[in-house]
Nanobody, 127 residues
Framework: QVQLVESGGGLAQPGASLRLTCVGS????????MGWFRQAPGKEREGIAC????????HYVDAVQGRFTISRDNAKKALYLHMNSLKPEDTAVYYC????????????????????WGQGTQVTVSS
């Protein structure tokens, strides 16, 4: 069985930083591309970043480019999202997801192709 567990969410002031962590189990982790998604109440789940399994090339949507950094440690089966310069509009539940594909591909920001999901961690940005 595959499990993904997120942690690291919380309350942050605008301009502050947070680091989210996702730890996987039950999968050949390095063979999966991994993505971060977020969902605010009443809104669709949106993809924000993806990282390839082995070469660890990264991909970002414009809303987080230059502020967020996705990384992974395959030995620990861990995925990270470093979030800098947080804005109130970053407030959402953040999810990690795994795809049974080595590389992210052009549709990395769509939830549909991903096979496994974590339960999410809340990030709230407010002064």
């Amino acid at each position: 069985q595959v499990q993904l567990v997120e942690s690291g969410g919380g309350l942050a002031q605008p301009g502050a930083s947070l680091r989210l962590t996702c730890v996987g189990s039950g999968l050949t982790y390095e063979a999966y591309s991994m993505g971060w998604f977020r969902q605010a109440p009443g809104k669709e789940r949106e993809g924000i970043a993806c990282i390839n399994g082995l070469d660890q090339n990264t991909h970002y949507v414009d809303a987080v480019q230059g502020r967020f950094t996705i990384s992974r440690d395959n030995a620990k089966k861990a995925l990270y999202l470093h979030m800098n310069s947080l804005k109130p509009e970053d407030t959402a539940v953040y999810y990690c997801a795994a795809r049974r594909r080595l590389n992210c591909g052009d549709n990395y920001d769509s939830p549909t192709p991903y096979d496994f999901w974590g339960q999410g961690t809340q990030v709230t940005v407010s002064s």
